[in-house]
T-cell receptor, first 113, second 112 residues
Framework: GQQLNQSPQSMFIQEGEDVSMNCTSSSIFNTWLWYKQEPGEGPVLLIALYKAGELTSNGRLTAQFGITRKDSFLNISASIPSDVGIYFCAGQRYGGSQGNLIFGKGTKLSVKP | DTGVSQDPRHKITKRGQNVTFRCDPISEHNRLYWYRQTLGQGPEFLTYFQNEAQLEKSRLLSDRFSAERPKGSFSTLEIQRTEQGDSAMYLC??????????FGQGTRLTVV
């Protein structure tokens, strides 16, 4: 099935560093979502974006809905060890149903204390 | 716990056997979704219910797969004649018409 292009695939950073990851698509999306998944668990919603250009924060996390509606990025500031996990972008394609989310392959984040 | 609940958490089955998974959504959520996630990949959409009506099915949902939500509350996903390629995490999510999807912890299926 179709998946979004998410990069980087993995990141190894030092505690306290900032992190940036992004997601691109060839299709226009109505909604961009960012999820975090830990081993053996389901994805947990971090941030939802609904309008082109929208910039939304959730604590140390900031995400933006690209102006072209074909991309989004997620920033994590001052990373801490509990930020470790896999971060997925997901989008609802223009003309698609609400429940049919397209996911990226994920960015695996490792944080060294 | 008022989150999405899935049962079992893990299932090991022999190839050719049938398996059934259950999902209990968040109680006020009228929409329920099934996704499949293989190792190293993001979740992939399988099917979607609004109340008891199955409104959308992915091409990934072969004829060996069937999902039901008979009373608009819990849902079951059955896989008949399992194959090794069915090994994956099966995720259930639920939402209202105005909220984003909240996922359960998933059922990890291993076909041996």
């Amino acid at each position: 099935g179709q998946q979004l292009n998410q990069s980087p695939q993995s990141m190894f950073i030092q505690e306290g560093e900032d992190v940036s990851m992004n997601c691109t698509s060839s299709s226009i999306f109505n909604t961009w979502l960012w999820y975090k998944q830990e081993p053996g668990e389901g994805p947990v919603l971090l941030i939802a974006l609904y309008k082109a250009g929208e910039l939304t924060s959730n604590g140390r996390l900031t995400a933006q809905f690209g102006i072209t509606r074909k991309d989004s990025f997620l920033n994590i500031s001052a990373s801490i060890p509990s930020d470790v996990g896999i971060y997925f972008c997901a989008g609802q394609r223009y003309g698609g149903s609400q429940g049919n989310l397209i996911f990226g392959k994920g960015t695996k984040l490792s944080v060294k204390p | 716990d008022t989150g999405v609940s899935q049962d079992p958490r893990h299932k090991i089955t022999k190839r050719g056997q049938n398996v059934t998974f259950r999902c209990d959504p968040i109680s006020e959520h009228n929409r329920l979704y099934w996704y499949r996630q293989t190792l190293g990949q993001g979740p992939e959409f399988l099917t979607y219910f609004q109340n008891e009506a199955q409104l959308e099915k992915s091409r990934l949902l072969s004829d060996r797969f069937s999902a039901e939500r008979p009373k608009g509350s819990f849902s079951t996903l059955e896989i008949q004649r399992t194959e090794q390629g069915d090994s994956a995490m099966y995720l259930c999510a639920s939402s209202t018409s105005n909220t984003e999807a909240f996922f359960g912890q998933g059922t990890r299926l291993t076909v041996v």
